[in-house]
């Protein structure tokens, strides 16, 4: 997996898609189901789906408990076909408190849950079912983006 900025090159024939939710737990089957929508259109595989189908709840979960604190706020969620190598560009996008999440250190998978320190198991996920994913903050911003290719 990488974790470094690197471009990606998108179809041409592809613009990027996006849809802007208020950063709460409802609107993750939201935004779950317009990415589903994307991926279904390209014959995406069903393991490829249901992977970033988990990587979409954990990353909305996260902006939707930790990024605004008690505000709230928004996050718009793009999406961007591959083409060579095909494959599907994700990226989230909100404007809360900075925070790096492949700056946490991994968990420790090989104790028990009980024994392990909560915390980390989502971004985790994230970093073993993704191909590439890169965080940069901008202007404001925090920009995670994640790639799966299929």
Known sequence: ???EQRPLKTGPETPA??????ATLENIPHATAFIRQKLDALGCSPKARMDISIVIDEIMSN???????????????RFEELSDPRGA???FIDTGMIYNPLDAPEPDVTIGARERKPGGLGIFLVRKKMDHVIYEHVDGRNILRITKYF
């Open 1 to 3: 997996m990488e974790t």
């Open 89 to 91: 560009v994700l990226t």
């Open 17 to 22: 898609a996006e849809r802007s939710f208020p």
């Open 63 to 77: 902006i939707a408990f930790y990024a605004y604190g008690a505000g709230s706020g928004e996050v718009t969620v």
